[in-house]
């Protein structure tokens, strides 16, 4: 074991960890502030002659040429022509939208797009230059908004193998895979130091601590760019992107785009040393964070964009914003924000049809004098710059690149063997009772688990659609699941394999490998309040419970984007591994399970924990943290020749804070487990994107306060429909009644109709209730907040200790309407309520 050496930390990272704090920012010295921020070295040659040309492109531009380089609209909200007539400096695809808005289209279809685009781009007819545009993409663990594409683990389990040098090979098949769809520039590596697991994007960080993270950070950028020879890059792969500056690891409670209070000396020692490993291996492009700094939206913030990131730091590339990031300063809206370009982003990330006021709201600010030309012309510089070091105006157009469509490369086996090693590398063994593992695989095996034959599960989200769901085993061709892998290796060796999913079985096992854990999410879709896992539904544990009062040894994969407490659900098994996030090979499980048919060990386990296991589940432990004390430390994971520490006698009861926290079903989007369902007449679908329509009813996203956090339905009325949301288990909603609480909803009338429109839960094919809220609802098209007490529902029969769908809304009229949160709660909210008494 390795706990020792992996918990020693240098005297003094440990005086940093501990003192450093969560004080307000103290005023500084220069001299002090000069040791908080180095000047980082990048090995990138001054070029003189770039930079004139640089200089005298510039000087050939107008004021609409120089802002349309720093607008970056979506392929969803701009077409070939737009391109053409505007010229914008860059373009992406979010997670979620594909060429075409098709989810399968082929990589022909990606080039396709590509070339036009390009083309568009250097086309002068229409606005007299012709500058090349860039396309970029969110490639986070693999190309993986591209069907078949090999999607490798996710950062945290990554972090796990502590091998920079895998690390790089990573980072470099994913740059051959985006290169054969023409794309230029991917949005990787986020370098996130995550101090809070409730935090929904912690999947995207290596590690609670920095060391990790900053060898990553340059590992990362020298396999997606190439490494730094002279004036740029050696071979010119794809550009980079440091994400997000800086500080979103460490907001307060976990709380996606919330506020980190750290000191400035902690913002360095511990959230910037991603930027140090990945600015020092020349990453040229750095994504502005959503989070804000004592109250300060980063994408406004002058002192850490301009004064620290490109004055005391020296970067000299660009600043790029996330997601109408500028959207949320003080003052600004998506179509109008001079704050952040005086602030010093470059390029506005502006995915929405708000690019275009965008535009024309920065022309005129200039005009005006609001924005300095001296701050456009330095923005248009960078971007020029970056474009001159990665050869855009050089190489061919996207169709005619060396690897341009060469689709053998994506999913090659090459890669799948690179991204197999990070599986068998990644994975932690938490406990080995008995030494019950390695198992052999002459052995009658049970596999049962929701987890099991679920490759969209098992690579989480950002894997084809931004929240990962909505997939089939069949959109990842190529791709094995974690039973695959058990069946190939047990088949091959003479023993037998029986798969149930609740766990049932036809003729006694002698081991049951359980497959269990977090369904996808990504970003605040993710935030949790509470670590315990599937708190008040503990459908899991029943079923590790039933295997364990029937004497079959159970082994337990635990499927999750962060550690969790889980300390039941470990009591009930004989071995627990933390998989992680594994990606699209989820046969490499089995290589690491299973003795070979000599019962020789074939691979032995080698990840360690880069977050700490918690030991309960509110308060959050960081290596180096005063009073350390987690369940397992940092470092920790057992191997084959390693005594089991953790006993069957874990405590199953959290001392912490028994209040009853809200139940969030929509906040921004839907809440995993819940899936949002169109019904009409015979007529189902699930919405998995951002539009979706059937006979009688359509729906479709559109930003409120934040990105896409609202949903817009609307009823033609031509026959009964309905919207409702779905689990594949039930919820038990007892303790909420108990304490008389509500239903709330965030509604707004856009047009209303003569007709009921019927509010209300379901609990199996005849187990519902429902109350028609037409008259409570106000009809001016604004938000308000509707609650019904859940006696109502209880009253009509609804069984609350089994609610497989918590809100519905349904009617025969043709309505229009928009909601905004969903939730269940014991608090009461400003608005309507309903009783029934």
């Known amino acids: 074991m390795t706990i020792q050496k992996s918990l020693s930390l240098s005297a003094l990272m440990i005086a940093t960890l501990a003192m450093s704090g969560c004080s307000k920012p103290e005023q500084t010295t220069m001299n002090e502030t000069k040791e908080i921020w180095p000047k980082i070295s990048t090995g990138i040659k001054d070029d003189a002659q770039m930079e004139q040309q640089i200089a005298k492109l510039l000087a050939s531009m107008t004021l609409e040429q120089k802002i349309a380089q720093m607008i970056q609209p979506e392929i969803r909200d701009i077409t070939v022509e737009d391109m053409r007539k505007y010229g914008f400096g860059s373009y992406l695809n979010g997670g979620g939208a594909f060429p075409n808005n098709d989810k399968h289209a082929s990589a022909a279809d990606w080039i396709e797009l590509a070339e036009k685009m390009y083309q568009a781009s250097i086309d002068d007819s229409l606005d007299g230059i012709n500058i090349p545009t860039m396309w970029g993409t969110d490639a986070v663990h693999g190309h993986n908004n591209v069907i078949g594409a090999t999607l490798f683990p996710h950062n945290i389990g990554l972090g796990a ?30 370098v996130a130091v995550v101090r809070d697991d409730r935090w929904g994007r912690t999947y995207e960080g290596y590690s609670e601590d920095p060391e990790i993270v900053r060898a990553y950070s340059a590992a990362i950028v020298n396999g997606l760019q190439g490494a730094v020879e002279g004036d740029f890059l050696s071979d010119k792969r794809v550009i980079s992107t440091v994400k997000h500056f800086l500080g979103d690891g460490g907001t307060e409670g976990g709380d996606d785009q919330g506020d980190n209070i750290a000191s400035e000396q902690t913002l360095f020692d511990i959230h910037a040393q991603g930027y140090v ?13 959503f989070n804000s700094w004592h109250g300060e939206k980063i994408h406004g913030s002058k ?3 301009t004064d620290v990131l490109k004055g005391k730091m020296g970067f000299d590339g660009f600043v790029v914003g996330d997601w109408n990031g500028h959207g949320q300063i003080d003052g600004c809206t998506n179509a109008n924000c001079a704050q952040a370009a005086n602030a010093g982003l470059d390029v506005y990330m502006v995915p ?36 001159m070091r990665a050869g855009l105006f050089d190489k061919p157009s996207p169709a005619k690149r060396p690897l341009s469509g060469k689709t053998e490369i994506i999913g090659s086996a090459e890669h799948r063997e690179i991204a197999k090693q990070a599986v068998r590398e990644s994975l932690v063994l938490l406990k080995n009772k008995q030494q019950l593992l390695p198992l052999s695989p002459t052995a009658k095996v049970l596999v049962a688990g929701q987890g099991a034959d679920n490759i969209g599960m098992q690579s989480g989200g950002w894997t084809i659609t931004w929240q990962g769901t909505g997939n089939q085993n069949s959109d990842f061709p190529g791709g094995t699941s974690i039973l695959d892998g058990i069946e190939r290796t047990v088949e091959q060796a ?20 359980v497959v269990f854990g977090e369904q996808p999410y990504a970003e605040g879709n993710g935030d949790l309040d509470n670590l315990e896992y599937q708190r008040g539904n503990k459908t899991d544990l029943a079923l590790l419970q039933k295997l364990k009062e029937a004497g079959i040894p159970v082994v337990s994969l635990f499927i999750s984007g962060r550690p969790m407490w889980v300390n039941a659900e470990l009591n009930a098994s004989d071995a627990f591994v933390a998989t992680w996030l594994p990606g699209s090979e989820g046969d490499a499980l089995s290589d690491v399970l299973f003795t070979k048919p000599d019962g020789s060990v074939n691979h032995d386990f080698k990840g360690k924990l880069s977050f700490s296991w918690p030991n309960n589940p509110i308060d959050n432990e960081n290596r180096g943290d005063t009073d350390y004390n987690p369940l397992l430390p940092y470092g920790f994971g057992l191997t084959y020749g390693d005594k089991n520490v953790l006993a069957d006698d874990l405590a199953e009861q959290s001392h912490v804070s028994q209040k009853l926290e809200d139940l969030v079903l929509f906040e921004r989007a839907i809440k995993a487990p819940w899936v949002l369902q169109l019904n009409s007449g015979e007529q189902q679908q699930v919405m998995d994107s951002s539009r979706a329509a059937i006979a009688a009813v359509s729906i479709k996203t559109f930003d409120k306060d934040v990105q896409e956090d609202a949903r817009a339905i609307t009823f033609t009325g031509d026959e009964p429909a309905s919207v409702r949301l779905m689990a ?28 009921p429109l019927w509010l209300g839960m379901q609990c199996g094919e005849q187990c519902q209730g429902a109350i028609d809220i037409a008259d409570k609802l106000i009809n001016s098209e604004q938000w308000q907040t509707v609650s019904i007490d859940l006696s109502c529902f209880a009253q009509q029969g609804v069984q609350l200790g089994q609610v497989f769908s918590p809100w519905q809304l349904s009617t025969a009229g043709d309505w229009q309407v928009s909601i905004a949160k969903l939730n269940v709660s014991i608090e009461q909210a400003q608005g309507k309520l309903i009783t029934c008494q």
């Open 277 to 289: 490993g990945g600015l020092g291996a020349g990453a040229q492009t750095v994504m502005a964070s």
């Open 161 to 190: 193998t502590n091998n920079p040098e895998l690390i790089e090979k990573i980072a470099a098949a994913t740059a051959q895979e985006v290169m054969v769809t023409g794309i230029d520039w991917v949005f990787a590596p986020t």
């Open 303 to 305: 002192y850490l964009l």
């Open 352 to 387: 929405t049809d708000a690019w275009k006021p965008l535009y024309e709201n920065l022309i005129a600010q200039v005009n005006s004098g609001e924005i300095a030309q001296s701050r456009i012309d330095d923005a248009v510089t960078r971007i020029l710059r970056v474009k």
């Open 728 to 755: 594949p288990f039930p919820s038990d909603l007892r303790s909420f009644v108990e304490k008389q609480g509500q239903l709330q909803m965030q509604i707004k009338v856009d047009k209303a109709a003569n007709s």
């Open 494 to 513: 003479g023993g037998q394999v029986e798969y149930d999913l609740n766990g049932a079985f036809s003729s006694r096992p002698d081991v049951a490998i």
